[in-house]
């Protein structure tokens, strides 16, 4: 003998079955708005055009280090405009110099183990730029560094909007 349902467990049935239904439509509708707009905000917006977007962004390490896994030189100077940094202002600033400033220790330390060197002029003054931030973690960072020593740390613009400009040269 089969059982007939009740209109009971009808009503059971479909208040089990409903929301199934509905999450299933949302993410359907979800997946077609990324096919439209794979750049939207929704699925992290759209990745950094260059290695300072990268570090400025907050993107992440793994986004820095793409561009220097695709051989950007962590030691070239690059130009940079952001205005939480520079003060909307362009500047040349060295990759790890913006690390520094932008308090993303796990971007120095991967700049510094692909060859970020303090000894070089564009990247002597990161100490100093950590320090002059109270950054106690990057400075300790910065002084683990083989042959690392503190350089004087006068500030080049004193009177600098941001952290970073008071130390670009």
């Not at 707009?37 to 260059?50: E, H, T």
């Not at 952001?82 to 362009?90: H, L």
């Not at 120095?108 to 002597?124: C, E, H, I």
Request: charged content about 15%; overall charge negative; some cysteine.
């Amino acid at each position: 003998m089969i059982a007939q349902s009740t209109p009971r467990a009808r009503l059971v049935a479909t208040l089990i079955a409903a929301p199934a239904v509905f999450v299933t439509i949302a993410l359907a509708g979800i997946e077609a708005y990324r096919l439209i707009r794979p750049d939207a905000a929704l699925f992290g917006g759209p990745p950094p055009q260059s290695l300072a977007d990268a570090i400025t962004g907050g993107f992440g390490v793994e986004h820095v280090y793409t561009f220097v896994r695709a051989g950007q030189d962590p030691n070239a100077p690059m130009t940079v405009n952001a205005p939480n940094y520079t003060d909307g202002r362009s500047v040349t600033v060295s990759p790890l110099m913006l690390a520094v400033a932008s308090r993303d220790s796990s971007s120095v330390r991967m700049l510094l183990n692909f060859g970020a060197r303090l000894d070089l002029p564009q990247n002597r003054l990161a100490s100093c730029l950590a320090k002059a931030m109270n950054n106690d973690e990057m400075i300790e960072i910065l002084a683990e560094v083989p042959g690392a020593t503190m350089p004087d740390c006068q500030p080049r613009h004193a009177d600098a909007d941001t952290p970073l400009l008071a130390w670009v040269e």
